[in-house]
């Protein structure tokens, strides 16, 4: 096992230093490079700007030490100081936001699987019912269905009309006064309609890609042999079928990661979150160079983790993986 | 100093208490309700939620440049001077100030026992250094400019502060009104913007600093030491809502209790009886306006004739109608309707397009396409107008004025540029045929920065490339004595020449239109919003919804 | 094998035997004939301002109701078609094209380029997507060219793995042998015998991919970035009508469900074509 995980921690070394390469040549694509970077109302701050830019980056020198300094400061998760008028330290910035984010994209994750395997593996076994094709639609609708007009109206229903949940934000305005039933309760409430939205907008993939997994298991020789010695129908399907279906999926849990970090920039925005998904956002729309490529580095490394979890956790439930 | 205003937020000059400047007399809408029931005295206690799209950059005004920065700071801050419902200046840290009789020097007389919120009492010695800083290269303060007109400076006793300055300078006493700041601690940092302070702010004002969680809400408590009195509503939370249509939900459910409503949400949505019986809304014309402004130097806008066929093409009333659902005025200048500089008679530009083809015919627009286009020595009338990405009010804008302007001949395309990439790519560099675009504007007239020939430079904010000796001349004389009267025909004489020459077409000045919880009592509409005498509003026992602990 | 008349009636037949897929099929029929011959569906001109008549209910005159300045809802949402539409097409063209290359090169010639494609493959998954759109639309403006090039050139390494792997698969087939015993070039391999088999799976990551482009601008145009009024595209509308959400319903609504509609018809289509080409599946 842990040569097997030496061996996959190895893997990812190229996949870093190729995601340092490409972020890298971000810096350098804006038109007219990241030196005409405009804050906007103050002349200069731009001046400012201009300098930390180009001492920060060194961009006066040859590439190759541009780059190196780059991996440098990429592997001490050193981004600089934020553009924004309050200069702080990007790494404090992304710190600061990513522990809602990562809270609300675990739930999600973890209703999805909640609600989708169930579904994947009862339309398969039934596949062509009434249930498969109304499941089908089902989750193919919260795909499709523009996440913030459907966020919008779960809070005209919700919060205005029936008054039964909060709007926005993550907490109440006397949320330091609780308790601590009190705080998870009342987090728990502002957490429902984002968890909600961003599970059934998650759903589909996962759904479908139970249910083919599971046609794919249902159709191989030891499920027929199974079935011929005579095993009822539903021990064959709920015991042997189940467990080689769901064990790939964890692979599409680490592959989910980057899907649900994108989305995150509409959930917060529409729902006041305070997160990273909202704070990558005011940095595009303020061209805060260091905090975007602190965000982008930090998002990349956090899919790297997620499909490293994901192969070491599929490794870790099906032995013959560690062979191969 | 006046910048392009994003539409959302208007940015005031200064921090002077401004979350919603503006003038003209506001009138409010809803009839006060039924005070039987309750007693209606002022009381201590209960907070107030406001809702702000987006989250503040830091609190020393000196060195922000935003429009929720600038409030945060004056629940916490005060200048020497301030405006007071009427936008006259009154002391504000200053109980009184002289002016010399050659308009050379001001000394101000400060107030004595007013005390920082850390305790240590305040001083000219504070005043000194905030005047310092600002003058510091190393502070990055946009606003150093009128501080840089200042001679001399001394402080000859805790209680007098005096400035001399090299000629009289009308934007002077104005500018006296930035936020001063404490010395002591803040004079171990050589840059203000990167001290401890500009998070966790001290200062003289109505409410001290209680937390600030970025992107979530800015927390504030009643100053009990406050040298006005403690403010009645005990607590201030600033609510961080990136979206207009959640903020407005926030407001129904009882998230929020103050935000500035869009036209429609004031003429359409908010017009029920449920809502009347909960909110009261304002309505007051806002301290800025919309404009159409030309590259002056583009071969089609060089033509005088050309700028006012332009201007009658453009139907300002469809404009107020299509963009602010009537909740506002035409411009016919950069002034507000109804200030002391505004000049109503100037030249106007009633909805005409008979005269625009006149003129454009004039001009030698005289041929037409096949399309309806007009041509001239073989070029098409044809120019991109720019305006800002997310700014509902100026597409808007754009798409009335497209059509209005495919009426006389004249086909406007629209390019919505996101805003840093719009002010670094275009106005900066000069690379526009026109723009829609606002100012904000401060209560006192000088426009210098905007108008003036010398103002043309990279980064400056005469960016269409003005220039009229006549105008340069005004401009000097409006700014350099305290004389109204003269002041007031200088101002006039401009507004003339700018109505001629059309180099922006001045097209509307839109109202401020907030609402207000109905528990809030004290609120006075003025010429200076509603504001201004925040400190005190209050909530009648009775009606009090939240219990805070101090 | 290669393309004979057989398959692909079989192939038809099943797809019109899955109700679903049928149903979208239909869905997304009709929308292009909305986004071809806007001019049947409205007489309206979606740019036509009018302030006497901002944002009205539904009625006689304006089937769909106006919006915020008075324009035809019914104009702007058929109008919107073809913007979106496009939008979707144009991005997916840009990613299949890229994808096909980059996975037929990867499958086909195997090795050290295999390797090396594979590897530009997993690094670019590692970014969020929407995170690398944002940054580059934000930087570039969102103009609908940028808009459609950047969802085009951020979205082709699913196509790239699926084609290599179909490439990988097929290359070792008899039939691709046979051809190759009988002196056939690489470019006639590649076009006559590999690319009609990949064709399946790569019509239904493309037509995921319209219905994904169509909600990435719809999400872009929610952060004001997206194609920019005037232009309609059910994004901008959609996003519109979100503010008076509250009172003009007609204004979200209408958008919201040709979104909603077409993305569906495009996702369930494409399941129907996963299927169909999957004669394995077919029996029970």
Sequence with gaps: MLRFIVRRLLLTIPLLVGISLISFLMIHLAPGGPISIATDLNPRATADARARLEKYYGLDRPLHVQYARWLERMATLDFGDSFSPDGRPVAQKIRERIPITLTINVLSMGLILLVAIPIGIYSAVHRGSLFDRASTVFVFTGFSIPTFWLALLLMILFGVKLGWLPISGIGSLDYQSLGLAGKIADRARHLLLPVLLAGFSGLAGMSRYMRSNMLEVIRQDYIASARAKGLPERKVVYRHAMRNAVLPVITILGLSVPDLLGGSVIFETIFAIPGMGQLFYQGVMSRDYPLIMGILTIGAFLTLLGNLLADVGYALADPRIRQG | ?550 | MTGSGGIWRDFARRLLRNRLAAAGGLVILFFFLVAAFPALFTSRNPDRIDVSVILQPPSAAHPLGTDDLGRDVLARVVYGARVSMKVGFVAVGIATAIGLVIGLLSGFYGGRVDAVLMRFVDIMLCFPTFFLILSVIAFLSPSIVNIMAVIGLTGWMGVARLVRAETLSLKERDFVAAARAQGAGTARIVFRHILPNALAPVLVSATLGVAGAILTESALSFLGIGVQPPTPSWGNILTIGKNYIEFAWWLSLFPGLAILFTVLGYNLLGEGIRDAADPRLSGR
């Design chain 2, 1 to 550: 100093m006046r910048r392009p205003s994003r539409g959302f937020a208007f940015l005031p000059a200064l921090a002077l208490f401004a979350i919603l400047a503006g003038c003209g007399g506001g009138k409010k809408e809803a009839p006060r309700e039924n005070a039987a029931a309750v007693p209606d005295v002022p009381a201590y206690g209960d907070m107030i939620v406001e809702g702000s799209i987006g989250d503040i950059s830091g609190f020393l005004s000196a060195v922000t440049s935003d429009a929720a920065s600038h409030e945060a700071a004056g629940y916490v801050f005060n200048g020497l001077v301030r405006y007071d419902k009427d936008l006259r200046l009154e002391g504000a840290l200053a109980r009184s100030w002289d002016i010399s009789p050659d308009g050379k020097k001001i000394t101000f007389h400060l107030r004595r026992n007013v005390k920082w919120q850390d305790g240590a009492p305040f001083t000219s010695a504070d005043v000194m250094f905030t005047y310092r800083r600002m003058i510091d290269p190393r502070t990055p303060t946009p606003y150093g400019e009128d501080f840089r007109q200042v001679k001399r400076a001394r402080a000859p006793d805790p209680y007098t502060f005096v400035a001399e300055y090299a000629r009289p300078f009308a934007p002077a006493l104005a500018s006296w009104g930035m936020d001063i700041l404490p010395k002591h601690l803040l004079e171990m940092y050589p840059d203000i913007s990167k001290s401890p302070l500009n998070k966790k702010p001290v200062g003289t004002g109505p409410y001290r600093f209680v937390e600030w969680r970025t992107g979530e809400k800015v927390v504030y408590d009643a100053n009990p030491d406050y040298f006005e009195g403690k403010p009645y509503i005990a607590r201030v939370v600033t609510r961080i809502i990136p979206d207009q249509a959640t903020m407005f939900l926030e407001l129904l459910s009882g998230g929020v209790d103050i935000m500035d409503l869009t036209p429609p949400q004031y003429t359409r949505q908010t017009d029920t009886p449920g809502f009347k019986g909960s909110f009261n809304k304002y309505k007051y014309l806002a301290s800025a306006y919309t404009y159409l402004g030309f590259r002056l130097s583009h071969p089609f806008f060089k033509d005088r004739r050309v700028r006012q066929a332009i201007a009658f093409a453009t139907d300002k009333k469809a404009l107020i109608e299509g963009v602010l659902l009537g909740l506002g005025q035409e411009a016919t200048g950069p002034y507000k309707p109804g200030t002391w500089a505004y000049d109503p008679d100037v030249r106007k530009y009633p909805h005409d397009p008979a005269k625009a083809r006149e003129l454009l015919a004039e001009a030698g627009w005289k041929e037409k396409d096949a399309d309806g286009v007009l041509r001239k020595d073989g070029r098409r009338f044809e120019f991109t107008v720019m305006t800002n990405a997310g700014n509902e009010a100026r597409s808007k804008t754009a798409a009335i004025l497209q059509q209005n302007l495919a009426e006389v001949g004249i086909r406007m395309r629209i390019q919505t540029v996101e805003w840093a990439a719009f002010i670094n790519q275009f106005i900066d560099k000069r690379a526009f045929d026109a723009v829609i675009l606002g100012w904000s504007l401060s209560p006192d007239p000088d426009q210098y920065e905007i108008w003036h020939s010398s103002k043309t430079g990279p980064k400056e904010l005469n960016f269409i490339g003005f220039s009229n000796p006549e105008v340069d001349k005004l401009l000097e004389e409006g700014r350099s004595t305290f004389d109204i009267g003269k002041r007031k025909k200088a101002y006039f004489r401009i507004q003339e020449i700018l109505a001629e020459e059309q180099p922006y077409v001045f097209l509307y000045v839109p109202d401020a239109l907030p609402v207000v919880q109905k528990r809030f009592h004290g609120i006075d509409p003025a010429p200076a919003g509603i504001s201004y005498n925040f400190p005190k509003w209050y909530v009648p026992k009775a009606l009090q919804k939240y219990r805070i602990q101090p």
